[in-house]
Each structure stands twice: as C-alpha cells, then as structure tokens.
C-alpha cells in the first residue's frame, strides 16, 4: 500500500507503428492536483485515457486507490471527467444536466435533487438552474461541465484541456476557480494541458511529457527553476541558451565558470559538471539585467549593443548582440529606456545561471 491515489506503472501504449505513450511510471498523490504538460501530440491524453479506461494499455498496470484497476471498465471507475469539448445536452436545463449522471446510477429523486443543489452551490450557478445551456456564456457552461462531472463524488477528477474553448481573460479566471473548488473538495485531480502558465498557476506538481515519455516531473518552482533538460527549459517559459566548456568549479562546487567565446559566466555549479565538458547554458531573460555603457563591471557583466525592442506593456523585450556575435534576449522594466543601437551592459545574474549538461 502506497499513498497514491493514482499510479501509471510502466505504461506503454501503442497506436500502429506510434508509441503515444512509452514506459509511464507517475504516481499522484491524494488530494494532489497533477497536471501533465507538453506539445501536441506527446502523448497527454493517451495517459488520461490509460487513467479513465477509455484505453486499454499494451504493457503496465493502473491503480486508483490501490486496487488494479487495467482491466475494470470506465463506468466501474468511479471518476468524474471533463473534457475539451465539454457538451452540455441543449436540450436540459442546467440542473438536468448536473443531475444526469445521477439519474443513470439510478439515485432517488429527493436524494438527488440534494446533491444537485450542493452541486450547483459549488461552482455559483444556482439562480441558473432552469436556463438552457445556450443561455451560458462559455465560462458558465464550462461551470455546469465540472459540477456534472463532480456530482456524485467521485473519487478522482480528470480534465483534459478543459479550458481551451475559453477566451484568455476566461481561461485565466478559471483557473484560480478549479483550483479553489479542488481544494475546497480535497478530490484528487489529473489536469491535461499545453498551456506552460496554466500548468505553473494550477499545479501542486507537474509531469512534463515529451514524445510518449515523462521528462521531469516536479513541482512547478522545480520544473521552472531547474529543468533538466534543453527541452523542458525551452517548453517552460523563456530561455537564453549558450554553449560553452567548463573552465573551473568552485572546491565547494557552490559554483562554476563557464567559458562562452571569450566569455567568463560564472554559473551554479551542477552535480554532474565536469572541467574541459561542454555545458549547455540556460538563463531566464528576466534574469539578465540591463545598464548603461558607462556601469561599473561585476560578475557577469559584459558589454552590448541593443540590436531590437519589443514594447509588452508591463516590460520591454531586448536582443542584445553581445561583443562576440552572441545574441541574448533580455526582458527588464519598461521604465529602463534604451534605444536601438545603444551600447549597454548586461549582467547575466550568476545564481541564476545553470547548465543542463
Ligand atoms: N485512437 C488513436 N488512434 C491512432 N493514433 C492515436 C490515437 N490516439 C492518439 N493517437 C496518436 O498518439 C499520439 C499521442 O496522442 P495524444 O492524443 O495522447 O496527444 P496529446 O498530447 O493529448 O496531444 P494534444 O495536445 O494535441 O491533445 C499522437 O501521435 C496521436 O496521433
Ligand atoms: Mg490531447
């Protein structure tokens, strides 16, 4: 006995000649909420699939609660599900919609109306219980498409993409409202998206899947802070990439120099780094900051020359051409001006330097 919830072991399935999925091994916690994120196409839904019963796989096992469940239909599952296209039926109210689920496990009227009310209090809805689902704005119906799915209690919930019919505002509301009634339910939750900000906002951990495989898994600080990969750095939020060879490392390996060009960058020295290696360079651009030409140098400040802008409101976009051809993107304060051409100075901050080897 473990304390997942939900455990993927060694889960491989195929479609044809495809492996949507190859060697899952991811265990979710109770009261977790786990989101897999990744590229279209990495195989997020063909877990959740594997998860729901909706796909049997080729090799490995599912567990819910501890029991094997690889061979137990869906409907004896007991999850609750949201999904993409979330269709509502047009044709019943929102509380015969909330209700439905409960009419074919064939619970009693009186009882069900009880649950139904709980229900619809849950996620706000309740002087909405006799409108049509074409009387919803988009993020009302999405509202119902949970409280359907969550009505009967089920053990686990399950969201594939469920936010991605909804206007940016919408999406970003909706959210922080998944979050809070996960919580308020204390119901673990599996949450599939492609959408990097989604996952860090939403997440308690997150399993970044790449081509049938899980590459990292972790809680979000841990995904954004220290990928493990090129490829999960470039997939989580921004990055400036350079390739360089380690010239030196702390002898209490607090620290690193890597050699870019002619470039010295102190870095955070990984366990794995090694003198004379190469070291794939990965920093955050709004963890380089900007100076004017004329500022005093310190660690990993060099000069520059700002080659373009891009205006985004609460910040500026740089490139910046460094001396030696090599070109960083800088995001810093709108406030900080400086024009095209100007020569500046950047300073690429050492703690946040790291090397995916
Ligand atoms: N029923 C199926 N028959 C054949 N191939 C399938 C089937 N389902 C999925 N695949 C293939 O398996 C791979 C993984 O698909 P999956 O739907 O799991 O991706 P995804 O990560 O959910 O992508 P998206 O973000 O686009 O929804 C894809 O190459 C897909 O074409
Ligand atoms: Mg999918």
Known sequence: ????????RDVTKRFGSIVANNRINLGIRRGELMTLLGPSGCGKTTSLRCITG???PDEGKVF???IDVTD???????????FQNFALFPHMTVFGNV???????GINKRERGELVEEALQLIRMEEYRSHHPRQLSGGQQQRVGLARALVYRPKV???????SNLDAKLREEMRFEIRDLIDRMGITAVYVTHDQAEALALSDRVAVMNRGKIEQIGTPT???DSPQSRFIADFIGLSDFLEGTVSSIRSDRGAAIVKVDDLEIQVVAGPNMEVGKRALLFVRPNNVELFSKTHEGGTNTFPGEVEK????????????????????RVQSDSKALFRVGEEVKVCLLPDQCRVIV
């Open 309 to 328: 802008i891009t205006y985004l409101g609460d910040r500026n976009d740089y490139r910046i051409k460094l001396s030696n051809n090599i070109r960083l």
């Open 1 to 8: 006995m473990n304390d997942y919830m939900i455990e993927l």
């Open 99 to 105: 209700e439905f689920p409960l009419m074919i496990r």
């Open 222 to 224: 841990e995904i954004y």
């Open 54 to 56: 909706h796909n049997i």
């Open 157 to 163: 919930l399950l969201l594939d993409e469920p936010l």
């Open 72 to 82: 137990v239909p869906t409907h004896k599952r007991e999850l609750g599900m949201v």
């Open 64 to 66: 819910i609660d501890g």
